[in-house]
């Protein structure tokens, strides 16, 4: 983008400058924005203009007043011609060229120079125009002044960027004009740019640098200004840069290191398990960012108050960067320096923008050594004085943690006893083998409890117990159990408890001497007042009288100049103390080591009861500037040893003074000491009770180190802390393992104390920082102390989590308390636990309100140190409110209907549930299921409930809706109804209200179903009326299974499968149909069935017609074995020959939808062919339908009978004229067929019932011509109420006989009104339909197909309407109804027509019934012809004859060189021979061709080769011309049923009918009134559209509706009985109604004689024909109702009237259909003529009149 400025016109008298502006002195220069850039760019292209290259324009750019620019324009002739040019020059004055006429040749230039004088400072425009003879053209002449231009971007887009975060991108600022200019920027935020302002020099870039900082997640647009010019000056050009960003939410996920699924997310918790002390152990968590932005994060821990230590976890990364898609790894380490402790802490990952804060925690188990002796007892036994013992006991580390141990024992020869190693370390999980020895000095018996320091744990104690002898003394040997029994004794003394568990494990003791030891107080009390060897100042249990024996003091120090609690002296000697506690006397015995620098005087003493003695402890060292130490050990022991009470050995006491002290001589440097801590800084419980810990000293150096606790620089640490020893000598290598005791304060420093100890005499100090203060014990609760409950349902449960944590450093035991009123309202899990230092607990708290109020509840939380159970109990209590409310859930809609299902498949459906409550509800869902249908029979119970419910219970929140989703599975075609309720829940889970209806669920299970409703017949059977082809495929009952519900067998491949090995697969349907093809002869043409498929359901349909090829699973052929029986071997001539076929095999229809089907059996073999196909519906029915098909041979007479069954219309048993009823018979051969009833079984059935014609044939005997039918002519009158079964045989000359069973049932009486009254025939199957969709190929459209009249009188003559339609859009057709065979009883007019394309005509059908009742089953025929086919007929016939004469005329001279021979002309076609029709290649090539030659009628057989002459005449006949044929006509078929009665019985049985009852019987005459010619002939074009079809149907309802209206009929009555009031013209003798020619009547006493029975209209006849045979049985046939003979005048008017009516009403209808009738025109009014005297005296006179008739 370009943006520039122009500098103010200094002429303009200050006007700002304006885009569009123009100079006001020169209109003709323009001031207009650009850039010198593009200019350049502009004015150095080239451009071609009428064979000229030249620039499109000049551009002046520097340029200066007063001064002369010249500027040359360049011509170039790139055309091939000479070229002429005329030049223009400017129309202003400020440029000037020399104006000529320029001549250019073909590839020549010219140059032109033009002169630029400027006057002003602004803009300057023109133009050169260049004329020639092929156009002109101009060139601009253009002069510029500079201006400020920047060149800067449309829009930057900025990288995407986090909440919270910032992005950044640069851009390109460039100063694209020659002035120096200034720019300053001005945006909003979240964006920001740098630099702000600037000053670029001409054609200097900048780079701009755009920070986006946004706050929340939005998409940013936003314009950055820019204005820039003069600098110093107020810039008024601007230009901008769109800005946009997008902001959107960090997010990171935390995964475990150890998946390789980067999707799975770890559980928020890094648990290291248990960790030796002073060991560290690493695990890592990977920080992964799903976003599609850069996350920023920090990773710190929780603050938990002052901690007392340093936080035992410490993480590698606390902040960082993670890229979209990346992850980062964080590694975690955890040390522990408390043994036996859990520690917990968290990590917070906060992510700069994001959402929500991450909490990890991290916990980890603090382990330390777990030491055990292999024996608690050494027993030495009995050893000589001077001797040693050496015995082995084994020192066991069971625990992971190296342990570091040492026995407070002085192994240096100053004790009877010596332990080696005496200190070291146990790896972990394993064992040391210690030696113990035993070399006594003096004959006495020995025993010391020996403590062996463990660090981080509490010492263990083993006791050493040897016997000295001498020759002298023989004191009691002491043994283990001597032990045990001092030990049970002293305890007893001491009222210490004898728990039944001391006592068995005194026994088990007593019972092992090895580990004789009672664990019964603090091993490490035992051992601090073991080390003290007085009373102990710290223990409140302790007393004088647990004493036996005590030193004072317990520790010396030699050459040790410092301020001591303990007795240290520069002297080579001190006193030490030992008092006697007991009440009987003692023996002290100090033992006495060689070489020692310690000595002990004197060495032996007896101490009385109660009574003290002092020794002196000499130091003498041997060796110089060395350090020395020691612990004396001295033995008292009764010098009676048993007590005479209780028998008891007492074993002797042992006390102990450590010593230490040096020899360096005064100057003399002492050593300097290499030793370390562990730990160095040393933390105690925070409670107010007295607690123990250990350090480790460890000697690093090659020399002896000595040590001692330095209390001169803090003297009251020797009341609150006690150290253990508190001096001592560490060989080089080895340690000391100090214990550490003291009871925490409150006034005690927080941050610790240090503890100096003295090394090597010197001022060398080594400090350990002790932490000894109390803590108050601190829980917070979430929430300030309160937690608030949503409006909950009364009886219902709410739950909410709430946060405890332990922020002291102690661990707590913890224990809510909830009143007793309260408890049925609230509760918490867990109401009790533990918690660690700095971990938080989930609370989950549970409210159910009892009744709609407030509650404010107060449980209160008590928790106290674990170390402490009992005491220091602390409070808190938590503010719980809730509110009990009552609930209640509706359904989104009240009814929802789901529509209509398949049964058998699944249809989710959602139920939307709406709590409007304030509270939550609980609730459980019941569905209860109902069937519409009342024909349905079922039991509720054992009937599946056809909607599954995915949850039935659930809660939903308050003012919340929820989706139920279920599932809709129909199980049978019927209405469901299903009542979803609900009930409430309690806290429990119970139900706890009564169910309530919510909504119903209405759906309906469909099958897919298919319908026939029209069929149609080509080819063969063309000729057969449509009831008869519906007879033939029995559609009636596939209607009828279509329709039906399919059985379970049938659904067993829901679709079409490939299911079956075999050639004839199985069959899952017991519905077996058969689809007859009729009969035809051979090699005639197929015959094709077109059935009209309908969907008459709301669903589609995929049907398939399934052969048995189909069905079955190809199989290789090494896998076929066995040979093929027959019946297959029929199914593969007729599958190979394609004898049936289907198209098409398959589809699918949708709702409403109709498709033609074509079913075509060749007659290609004699025969009857059979082949099974399966009809299968995709999830519905299954039908087995069986194709058989019979073809004739061409010389043979057959009769094809559709059905051997016939079932006759009921008939009354007192009926003296039974009707006449009909049944067909049809030709499918080639030549006549005569046929005869047998009527040997008519005579013998007559004789069977009492002489009475029981079933008489009119016409036994007659022909039935070629593809024609003809009607057997039967009366059946039935004797009996009962139904009758007749087997008739029929005969065909030449032929075979066909036994057909007739049946016919006797009624009573039929129902009064009845429109069936005497029940219904096989015939009747067939309903009457109106044909809405031709057929394929069907060009002429018939608005119905059948008419049906119903019960008529007999004599009486009723009309139809019919309408004849060409749908096609190109073809003109004729038609011709045949009426030869019907003409007495129906006629059609007009019988014969053309129809334009789209034309549609009107015929009326007139139907007139005889005087003898019959069932009327006529059949007219329609035939149908194209105007196209029948003119090129006509054009072939006029060249065929044409032809035919010029041969006539002709000779032709024959030569045998001719190429060609002539045509011969053929009158007629030669019956064709037989032609081969080979197989189609098949699979398998194991059987023969089968051939369709008439000559291979055995399967397998050769086919035999055509002769030479039967070749040579197939030649002649393809070179023949044969005689044109005429087409053949389409044949449409019109069914007319009928069945009239009596006038006697027609009023009876018919009485809303009986104006059907003719008062004249008028006969027809074929030529009355109608001509050859069309009705509509010379009409204009017919309209099309909705409202002629709407007119038709009105008016052909109206007029059936008059004709059987009984009010007209008796208006017509009424009318006859009026005077006359004109004369009849005279008609001639020809147009007079003749009779009718009644049909035969027989008679039972002759057969044979047919008796005519006349009933005449015309005038002047009055006969009346009564026939009764000589037995009297069967008179009543020849009764007639007798009639009135009325003279043809007094009919005339009602005649004339019903005619004028008829002719009215039909052509309304003619209008109709013409479109020029409109029903809803407006009613034309008509003036009538002034009322007269004269007419109302007329009117009196009729009146008179009327009167006088009634009175007649």
């Known amino acids: 983008m370009l943006a520039e400025t122009l500098a103010p016109d200094p002429l303009a008298s200050g006007a700002k400058w304006k885009p569009s502006g123009k100079n006001i002195k020169n209109p003709r220069i323009h001031q207009k924005q650009r850039s010198g850039k593009y200019q350049r760019q502009a004015s150095s292209q080239k451009s071609c203009l009428l064979g000229l290259e030249l620039k499109p324009e000049l551009v002046w750019e520097d340029w200066d007043l007063g001064g002369e620019f010249t500027e040359t324009l360049v011509l170039k002739n790139i055309h091939s011609k000479l070229q002429k040019l005329h030049v223009r020059p400017p129309l202003s004055k400020f440029f000037t060229l020399i104006p000529q006429i320029i001549v250019l040749s073909p590839g020549t230039s010219f140059s032109m120079p033009i002169i630029f004088r400027p006057l002003q400072r602004c803009e300057y425009e023109d133009s050169i125009e260049f004329q020639s003879k092929n156009g002109s053209f101009q060139v601009c002449l253009r002069a510029t002044i500079p201006c400020h231009a920047l060149e800067v971007p449309d829009s930057v887009l900025l990288p995407l960027c986090a909440v919270q975060n910032s992005s950044h991108s640069t851009f390109l600022l460039k100063n694209v004009s020659k002035l120096q200019t200034s720019f300053q920027w001005e945006c909003a935020a979240p964006f920001q740019l740098s630099p702000e302002q600037g000053l670029l020099k001409p054609g200097q870039e900048c780079h701009i640098t755009v920070l986006f900082q946004p706050q929340e997640a939005l998409v940013y647009q936003k314009q950055a200004n820019c204005k820039f010019g003069e600098e110093g000056d107020k810039a008024e050009s601007c230009c901008t840069v769109l800005l946009q960003g997008i902001a959107k939410y960090p997010y990171l996920q935390l995964r475990n290191s150890g998946t390789k699924d980067e999707k799975e997310q770890c559980g928020k918790e890094l648990h290291f398990g248990s960790v030796a002390v002073g060991h560290s152990l690493q695990k890592h968590f990977y920080i992964f960012n799903p976003s599609p932005v850069t996350a920023s994060f920090s990773l710190s821990q929780m603050s938990s108050g002052a901690p007392l230590l340093e936080s035992e976890f410490s ?147 083993l006791d050493l117990i040897g016997t000295c002898r001498s020759e002298l003394q023989q004191p009691a040997i002491l043994k283990p159990e001597h032990l045990f029994l001092y030990k049970l004794r002293w305890y007893r003394t001491q009222d210490l408890p004898d728990t039944p568990s001391d006592m068995q494990e005194d026994h088990n003791s007593h019972k092992r001497p090895d580990t004789a030891g009672v664990v019964c107080r603090n091993p490490m009390e035992e051992y601090y007042q073991s080390c003290l060897g007085c009373m102990d100042p710290f223990s409140s249990s302790c007393s004088l009288s647990s004493l036996h024996v005590s030193v004072m003091p317990s520790e010396l120090l030699f050459n040790h100049k410092m301020y001591s609690i303990l007795s240290t002296s520069s002297t080579s000697s001190q006193p030490v103390s030992i008092t006697n506690h007991t009440r009987e006397k003692l023996s002290l015995v100090w033992t006495a080591a060689q070489d020692c620098p310690f000595t002990v005087s004197p060495p032996l003493c007896e ?68 030793c370390s801590l562990t730990p160095s800084r040393v933390v105690f419980p925070p409670l107010s009770v007295l607690s123990h810990q250990t350090v480790l000293l460890q000697n690093c150096g090659d020399l002896p180190l000595t040590f001692c606790l330095d209390h001169s620089l803090n003297p009251t640490l020797a009341e609150s802390m006690f150290v253990v020893p508190s001096c001592g000598l560490i060989q080089p290598g080895s340690h000391q393992i100090l214990m550490l005791r003291t009871t925490p304060t409150e006034d005690s420093p927080k941050q610790g104390f240090s503890l100096h100890l003295r090394l090597n005499a010197a001022k060398h100090t080594k400090e350990l920082t002790v932490v000894s203060v109390v803590e108050q014990m601190c829980m917070s609760l979430e929430g300030d102390n309160s937690l608030y409950f949503q409006p909950t349902a009364v009886g219902s449960r709410t739950q909410r989590s709430h946060h405890i944590r332990n922020l002291s450093h102690l661990p707590l035991r913890f224990q809510w308390s909830i009143p007793e009123p309260e408890q049925e309202l609230i509760s918490v899990e867990p109401d009790a636990g533990e918690l660690h230092p700095n971990e938080s607990s989930v609370q989950i708290w549970s409210f159910c309100p009892l009744v709609e109020e407030m509650y404010t509840l107060k449980p209160t939380l008590t928790f106290w140190p674990i170390q402490t159970p009992g005491c220091n109990k602390s409070h808190l209590t938590l503010n719980v409110v809730g509110m009990g409310a009552s609930g209640s859930i509706e359904a989104e809609k009240a009814v929802l209907d789901v529509g ?24 459980c869902l019941s569905v209860q299921q109902i069937l519409l249908d009342e024909e349905l029979t079922y039991d509720p119970e054992s009937e599946p409930n056809a909607l599954r419910l995915d949850c039935d219970r659930g809660t939903i929140a308050s003012h919340a809706t929820m989706l139920l989703r279920s599932t809709v599975r129909p199980h049978r075609r019927t209405q469901y109804l299903w009542t979803i309720s609900y009930q409430m829940l309690n806290a429990s889970g119970f139900l706890s209200s009564p169910p309530q209806t919510m909504c119903e669920v209405r759906a309906k299970g469909v099958l897919p179903t298919l319908q026939v409703i029209d069929v149609w017949g080509g080819g063969s059977v063309s000729s057969l009326s449509k009831v008869h082809l519906w007879k033939l495929f029995s559609l009636d009952r596939l209607n009828e299974h279509l329709l039906s519900n399919p059985s379970p067998a049938e659904l067993t491949y829901r679709t079409p499968t490939r299911h079956s090995l075999s050639s004839s697969p199985s069959i899952f349907t017991k519905v077996l149909l058969d689809f007859n093809f009729s009969a035809a002869p051979l090699n005639s043409e197929p015959s094709t069935f077109v059935l009209m498929f309908h969907n008459p359901g709301s669903i589609y349909v995929d049907w398939a017609f399934l052969f048995p090829e189909d069905q079955q699973i190809e199989l290789e052929y090494w896998a076929e074995t066995g040979e093929f029986s027959s019946t297959e071997l029929h199914r593969m001539k007729v599958q190979d020959n394609h004898l049936f076929s289907i198209s098409p095999r398959s589809g699918t229809l949708l709702p409403g939808q109709q498709r033609a089907v074509h079913f075509t059996y060749s007659h290609d073999f004699t025969g009857t062919d059979r082949f099974p196909v399966v009809f299968k519906l995709s999830h519905g029915r299954e039908i087995l339908l069986n194709f058989q098909g019979a073809t004739v041979e061409r010389d043979r007479p057959y009769l094809h009978f559709a059905s051997k069954r016939h079932v006759f219309t009921s008939v009354t048993i007192r009926n003296c004229s039974p009707p006449r009823q009909m049944y067909e018979l049809n030709n499918g051969g080639e030549v006549p067929v005569r046929y005869e009833v047998d009527m040997a079984v008519l005579s013998q059935l007559q004789v069977d019932n009492f002489n009475h014609p029981l079933l008489y044939c009119l016409n036994p005997e007659g022909v039935v011509l070629p593809g024609k039918t003809a009607m057997l002519e039967w009366i059946f009158s039935p004797l009996e109420a009962k139904v009758y079964h007749m087997d008739i045989l029929i005969h065909v000359q030449d032929g075979d006989s066909t036994l057909v069973r007739f049946e016919g049932c006797g009624l009573n009486s039929p129902s009064l009104g009845s429109t069936t009254p005497f029940g219904c025939s096989d015939t009747k199957a067939y309903e009457p339909c109106a044909q809405r969709l031709p057929f394929p190929g069907q060009v002429l459209f018939l608005s119905e197909d ?253 007029l059936s509706g008059i004709l059987d209206d009984p009010a007209f009929t008796q208006s017509l009555i009424t009318l006859a009985s009026k005077p006359i009031t004109y004369q009849l013209q005279k008609t001639s003798p020809s147009s007079l109604p003749s009779s009718l020619p009644p049909p035969p009547c027989p008679t039972p006493s002759n057969p044979t004689h047919q008796h005519q029975v006349l009933l005449s209209g015309t005038v002047g006849q009055k006969e009346q024909h009564n026939t009764v045979d000589s037995e009297g049985t069967a008179g009543c046939w020849g009764n007639r109702c007798p009639t009135q003979n009325t003279p043809h005048t007094e009919h005339a008017p009602a005649d004339i009237s019903e005619d004028v009516l008829l002719n009215t009403l039909q052509n309304l209808m003619i209008e109709a259909v013409r479109g020029e009738l409109v029903l809803t025109a407006h009613p034309r009014t008509v003036i009538l003529p002034p009322f007269s005297t004269r007419s109302r005296r007329t009117s009196k006179a009729m009146a008179e009149e009327e009167k006088v008739d009634l009175r007649n």
Request: charged share 20%; net charge neutral.
């Open 607 to 674: 101490l009385a009861p109660l009574k003290s003695t002092s020794f002196r402890v000499t130091y003498d060292p041997k060796q110089l500037n060395t350090l020395h130490g020691a612990q004396l050990e001295c033995f008292a022991f009764y010098r009676d040893n048993q007590d005479l009470e209780d028998r008891v050995l007492f074993p002797p006491w042992c006390v102990t003074v450590r010593v230490i002290g040096h020899s360096f001589q005064p100057g003399k440097e002492h050593f300097i000491p290499s």
């Open 315 to 461: 993480c590698d990364v606390p902040r960082g960067k993670v890229e979209p898609g990346g992850s980062l790894r964080a590694t975690v380490t955890y040390t522990p320096a408390v043994v036996d402790s859990v520690s917990v802490e968290y990590l917070s990952l906060k992510c700069s923008g994001a959402l929500s804060e991450t909490l990890i925690k991290l916990t980890g188990h603090c382990v330390g050594p777990k030491v055990s002796l292999s024996s608690s007892v050494v027993d030495f036994d009995c050893v000589e004085e001077g001797g040693a013992v050496v015995q082995t006991v084994e020192l066991v580390n069971s625990s992971p943690v190296e342990a570091h141990y040492q026995w407070d024992l002085d192994c240096s020869g100053n004790s009877v006893f010596s332990i080696q190693p005496a200190s070291g370390t146990v790896s972990p999980h394993s064992h040391t083998t210690l030696k113990a020895v035993y070399r006594p000095t003096q004959p006495i018996a020995h025993h010391r409890r020996v403590a062996c320091l463990i660090l981080y744990r509490d010492p263990i104690f």
């Open 900 to 923: 209509e299902t398949l049964v058998g498949s699944y249809r989710p459906i959602q139920v939307t549930l709406v709590n409007n409550s304030p509270c939550s509800v609980s609730f």
């Open 1346 to 1598: 059948s008419v049906c009249l119903g019960n008529i009188p007999v004599c009486s003559r009723s009309s139809r309407i019919l309408f004849l339609t060409n749908v096609s859009h190109t073809d003109t057709v004729h038609y011709t109804w045949e009426q030869q065979n019907n003409q007495q009883v129906v006629q059609i007019r007009p019988d014969r027509g053309s129809l334009c394309p789209g034309e549609r005509a009107l015929c009326v059908l007139t139907f007139t019934s005889t005087d003898y009742p019959t069932d009327y089953q006529l059949d007219i025929i329609c035939q149908v012809i194209q105007e196209a086919a029948l003119t090129r007929y006509h054009d072939a016939l006029q060249r065929w004859e044409e032809e035919k004469a010029r041969q006539l005329d002709e000779f032709t001279i024959t030569d045998k060189d001719l190429a060609q021979s002539p045509e011969v002309l053929i009158d007629k076609e030669p019956v064709a021979a037989p032609v081969r029709k080979g197989p189609p290649l098949r699979k398998y090539k194991t059987l023969p061709p089968i051939c369709a030659n008439a000559n291979c009628e055995a399967v397998g057989t050769i086919c035999i080769k055509l002769t030479k002459a039967e070749r040579r005449a197939q030649r002649e006949t393809a070179k023949a011309w044969r005689c044109p044929e005429a087409p053949k006509p389409a044949l449409l078929h019109l069914w007319v049923t009928a069945q009239s009665h009596m006038l006697m019985e027609y009023p009876p049985h018919f009485p809303k009918q009986s104006n059907r009852c003719p008062r004249s019987v008028k006969a027809q005459q074929p030529d009355l009134q109608y001509s050859s010619t069309s009705l509509l002939e010379g009409l204009p074009p017919t309209t099309h559209g909705p409202d002629r079809d709407i007119t038709m149907h009105v008016l052909t309802s109206l």
